[in-house]
């Protein structure tokens, strides 16, 4: 992460956030939870990526981050991988265009093209534009109570509605809560609708 220049391109004003959808460290129960409702495109690191393509979208509106559905790209791994198989949400933040030469290389002049992490390939306003969308996302979350626990879809009717349930948070500054739902077919979340505490 450090240049917009990739072999294929350049795009100064994004960066590429991936998150998996199905949790690596999911058990069979959640399994059967997830299958039974079609969670596929909900877990805690896609919501992640949403909050952060929305905060970033609120705070930092000249650069996009944009949502990618897979755990990171083909061939490839990152920080991200062991927080994801210890239960965490996470994500992985990337150049939209990525020159290889300059990743992962040991440093060398080979057929007249430089390989490896070197300093000169930074771009430091590029840099600081996917710091910026970082640390909106890091001080919102701060901010943020934490979530309410036993959150969960009650299915012991039928009906076309969808019952949710959750307890409420003990701090005494909650005012209330806000449901926000989406059509399966949308990548975020398209509506909302704010509930008192």
Not at 17 to 30: H, K, R
Not at 105 to 127: A, S
Not at 169 to 176: A, K, L, R
């Amino acid at each position: 992460m450090g240049s917009a220049d990739g072999e294929n391109g350049r795009d100064a004003g994004a960066v590429r956030v991936f998150s998996e959808g199905v949790p690596t460290s999911e058990t069979p129960a959640q399994a059967a939870v997830r299958q039974s409702v079609g969670g596929e495109n909900d877990g805690v690191s896609r919501q992640l990526a949403r909050f952060v393509h929305e905060t970033a979208g609120q705070y930092v509106p000249w650069f996009d981050a944009r949502l990618y559905y897979r755990r990171d790209r083909y061939l490839r791994g990152g920080d991200q991988i062991p927080f994801l198989q210890q239960g965490y949400a996470a994500v992985r933040f990337t150049e939209v265009h990525e020159n290889y030469r300059h990743q992962h290389q040991d440093v060398r002049v080979e057929g007249g093209v430089q390989y490896g992490d070197l300093l000169r390939f930074v771009e430091n306003d590029y840099v600081a534009r996917v710091a910026q969308v970082n640390l909106a996302a890091l001080a919102v979350l701060a901010r943020a109570p934490r979530s309410p626990s036993r959150a969960a879809i009650v299915t012991s009717r039928l009906t076309n509605d969808t019952d949710l349930r959750w307890d409420a948070n003990p701090e005494p500054d909650i005012s209330g809560y806000e449901v926000a739902w989406r059509d399966t077919t949308e990548p975020l979340w398209t509506h909302s609708r704010a509930r008192p505490g």
